[in-house]
C-alpha cells in the first residue's frame, strides 16, 4: 500500500498557525502588575511646590505639623540630636521652622535635617507627636 503523500503535505500547507490571545494578554498584564507594584514612584519636582502644608479653613491653625517618614530614626535640629522625639515614624515640626527654616526630608535614609530660624531652639523647634 502506497502512502499518499501529495495530500498529506497539501494538507500541511492549507494549516495556518492560530494564535491564541488569551494567555498572551495574561502574560502581559501579569508583567505590567510586577512592573508597577515593584516600582518606586516619586513626586516631580515643581517649582510652585514649595513642600508646606496647605492650610485650609477646614484645618484650623495649628503651632506644629505632623510630619511623618516611613523608617524615621534620626531627626537632627541645628546639629542637635533630637531623635528621642520620634513616636511612630513621625515627629511634629513647629510652623516657624516650616515657613523660616529648612527641612531636609531623606527618606531612604529615615533621616530629618532641620535648620531653625536664629532665635529658635532646637527644643521649640520640635515636639513629640501626640497620639
Given at each position: 500500500?502506497a502512502?499518499?503523500?501529495?495530500?498529506?503535505?497539501?494538507?500541511?500547507?492549507?494549516?495556518?498557525?492560530?494564535?491564541?490571545?488569551?494567555?498572551?494578554?495574561?502574560?502581559?498584564?501579569?508583567?505590567?502588575?510586577?512592573?508597577?507594584?515593584?516600582?518606586?514612584?516619586?513626586?516631580?519636582?515643581?517649582?510652585?511646590?514649595?513642600?508646606k502644608?496647605?492650610?485650609?479653613?477646614?484645618?484650623?491653625?495649628?503651632?506644629?505639623?505632623?510630619?511623618?517618614?516611613?523608617?524615621?530614626?534620626?531627626?537632627?535640629?541645628?546639629?542637635?540630636?533630637?531623635?528621642?522625639?520620634?513616636?511612630?515614624?513621625?515627629?511634629?515640626?513647629?510652623?516657624r521652622?516650616?515657613?523660616?527654616?529648612?527641612?531636609?526630608?531623606?527618606?531612604?535614609?529615615?533621616?530629618?535635617i532641620?535648620?531653625?530660624?536664629?532665635?529658635?531652639?532646637?527644643?521649640?523647634?520640635?515636639?513629640?507627636?501626640?497620639?
Open positions: 500500500m502512502i499518499n503523500t501529495q495530500n498529506y503535505r497539501r494538507k500541511l500547507r492549507s494549516k495556518q498557525a492560530r494564535v491564541n490571545l488569551v494567555p498572551l494578554i495574561d502574560v502581559i498584564f501579569t508583567i505590567l502588575i510586577f512592573l508597577m507594584v515593584t516600582s518606586s514612584f516619586q513626586a516631580a519636582s515643581d517649582s510652585s511646590s514649595s513642600g502644608p496647605e492650610v485650609t479653613d477646614s484645618s484650623g491653625s495649628s503651632e506644629y505639623y505632623l510630619i511623618p517618614v516611613a523608617g524615621l530614626v534620626n531627626v537632627t535640629v541645628n546639629g542637635v540630636d533630637m531623635s528621642s522625639y520620634i513616636r511612630d515614624s513621625s515627629i511634629t515640626v513647629h510652623t521652622v516650616i515657613d523660616e527654616g529648612e527641612i531636609i526630608i531623606q527618606p531612604k535614609k529615615g533621616t530629618i532641620i535648620t531653625t530660624p536664629s532665635d529658635m531652639s532646637p527644643e521649640d523647634a520640635v515636639s513629640i507627636p501626640q497620639t
